[in-house]
């Protein structure tokens, strides 16, 4: 299983790369671009960017193929961030 920490910077990053990403995820989340940028040190924040791709599908998909890893495996990356044991 890749990283927890690192498959979420990958999210974040995906996430960020796309206008139409972003405007979703800054609209969703109510971040502004200065949270957004604290993320990476933020290991919640992470979870909620993973949290993030968890809750819409077609994203997960789509992100998932990007990167060559199964969506179980981001949902389980997601269990080992603060916030990830609520999941069960």
């Known amino acids: 299983m890749p990283e927890p920490e690192i498959l979420a910077l990958q999210a974040l990053a995906?996430?960020?790369?796309?206008?139409?990403?972003?405007?979703r995820f800054l609209g969703l989340t109510g971040l502004d671009p200065e949270a957004v940028r604290r993320l990476p040190q933020d290991p919640a924040g992470l979870g909620a960017v993973l949290?993030?791709?968890?809750?819409?599908?077609?994203?997960?998909?789509?992100?998932?193929?990007?990167?060559?890893?199964?969506?179980?495996?981001?949902?389980?990356?997601?269990?080992?961030?603060?916030?990830?044991?609520?999941?069960d």
Do not use: C, K
Request: proline share 9%; glycine share 8%.
């Open 51 to 87: 949290d993030h791709l968890l809750g819409w599908e077609p994203e997960l998909l789509a992100f998932s193929e990007e990167i060559g890893v199964p969506p179980a495996l981001i949902a389980a990356a997601r269990r080992h961030l603060p916030g990830g044991d609520m999941m």
């Open 14 to 23: 995906y996430i960020l790369a796309d206008d139409d990403r972003r405007n």
